[in-house]
């Protein structure tokens, strides 16, 4: 119970340092600097308002992110807890304030940077015993899911499908039915989205628009990839854009032929 409170601090004293140091000797803790994080925490103070950034890529000792007001970039030299910054690259953007004032400590703290102390959940930068920095890795989501639904006026139909489920919902205040199917019918679908830009989705004209009219039954169409959705204009159900076409029909088919 002492160690979680410990952990969730955003400031560490002296007798702080000795606990992170101890920590090292976790076997399970992950000493590695990849990927994306948040910087939660700059010269003991909380700055996650100021959505501080930064990403490691180890392959290429490359670091990168967002320092308040400018990108910054450059590369870094890791040992096993030594942690050095070449001279950092910037962004150009002019900013006043509060901006300016938290990029010129976190830069401040980049030179200054010697040590580096990992976390269950991120890492710590030091200058000796001093700490400078507390960042949480990222948590990506990258989960997908498709749906589809039509409805006129007395019918309605509703298709989920993710990675390992679909989802069918014949009323609209019905619980959808979830049911398993095969991997192979989820590769189908991954190898139709391939062709797909999904920034482009909304732009897509519907080829027609009879649900308008009552002359078709309308269908929606959205793509779900971790936080964002990317969603196609309302059209006639069977109708649908040339290049969500292959999609949808899979999309159908599973949900028709499903046991």
Known sequence: MVFSIVVLRCCWGPTDLGLM?????????????????????LNNEDVSSFKLNIAFNKEENQVSGFSGCNRFFGSYTLGTHNLKFAPLGLTKMICKGEQNDIETKLLKAFEKANLVLFTKNGFQIYNKKKLLITAIKEIVN???????????RGAYKAIKIDSSTISISNKRSSKPIGKDYSKEKWDTLLIQLEAIDLDGLSSLIPPSKDHQFDG??????????????????????????????????????????IE
């Open 142 to 152: 990258d989960a997908l899911v498709f749906e589809y639904s039509t409805s006129t």
């Open 216 to 257: 078709a039954a309308l269908a929606h169409f959205k793509i779900t990839k971790g936080n964002k959705t990317y969603e196609v204009q309302p059209f006639d159900h069977g109708k649908p854009h040339p290049v969500i076409e292959p999609l949808v029909k899979e999309m159908v088919s599973i949900s028709e032929n």
């Open 21 to 41: 140091l101890n920590l090292q000797n976790d076997n399970t803790l992950l000493k590695e600097l990849n990927g994306n994080y948040n910087i939660t925490g």
